[in-house]
T-cell receptor, first 114, second 113 residues
């Protein structure tokens, strides 16, 4: 069964600094990979997704993620963090079709220092 | 804008008093999902509808039921809420040309007194 590990529960970065959030997955076939962001008290917003093709994926809000099959990773990056990026970030993996079996990681909470 | 809408955003109920949460969508997606998310945890899938076909997760308690009267609406019924059911409940949809991606509503925060 597929699973997702987000090793960092909480990360603090200074505004303007670069960011990398780690995600490792376990899946037998080619995974469908997602990053979602959740602001306090809100639902999940899709940042980006990877299904196939170019392993560097661009998303909204200046985020990007790189799929590395050899490392079973799908890390999320942003070159310069803004205070509004403070939120909870979830990595998720799912099979094909309508993804009824999508699995989320435990999440990484991002704090941005002024 | 096409979207997933959840009402109410905040719901307070009493221990044991039935409660219904509502989700509607304008995306015309054929799949709708209900997740439970407790504080500082990942969302946990309770069940989903593929069109009218109901699919329950094996570990979803019987206390949780769902109805989907049409494509646009889906309801989550909690028959006898316990203190442990206090959580954020998230509705999501997928389908059409974006069937591989789930789109989430803003959630309903349920408090049980």
């Amino acid at each position: 069964a597929q699973s997702v590990t987000q090793p960092d529960i909480h990360i603090t970065v200074s505004e303007g600094a670069s960011l990398e959030l780690r995600c490792n997955y376990s899946y037998g076939a080619t995974p469908y990979l997602f990053w979602y962001v959740q602001s306090p008290g809100q639902g999940l917003q899709l940042l980006l997704k990877y299904f196939s093709g170019d392993t560097l994926v661009q998303g909204i809000k200046g985020f990007e993620a790189e799929f590395k099959r050899s490392q079973s990773s799908f890390n999320l990056r942003k070159p310069s963090v803004h205070w509004s990026d403070a939120a909870e970030y979830f990595c998720a993996v799912g099979p094909e079709l309508y993804n009824n079996d999508m699995r989320f990681g435990a999440g990484t909470r991002l704090t941005v220092k002024p | 804008d096409a979207m997933v809408i959840q009402n109410p955003r905040y719901q307070v109920t009493q221990f044991g008093k039935p409660v219904t949460l509502s989700c509607s969508q304008t995306l015309n997606h054929n799949v709708m999902y209900w997740y439970q998310q407790k504080s500082s945890q990942a969302p946990k899938l309770l069940f989903h509808y593929y069109d009218k076909d109901f699919n329950n997760e094996a570990d979803t308690p019987d206390n949780f039921q769902s109805r989907r009267p049409n494509t646009s609406f889906c309801f989550l019924d909690i028959r006898s809420p316990g203190l442990g059911d206090a959580a954020m409940y998230l509705c999501a949809t997928s389908g059409g040309s974006q069937r591989d991606t789930q789109y989430f509503g803003p959630g309903t925060r349920l408090t049980v007194l």
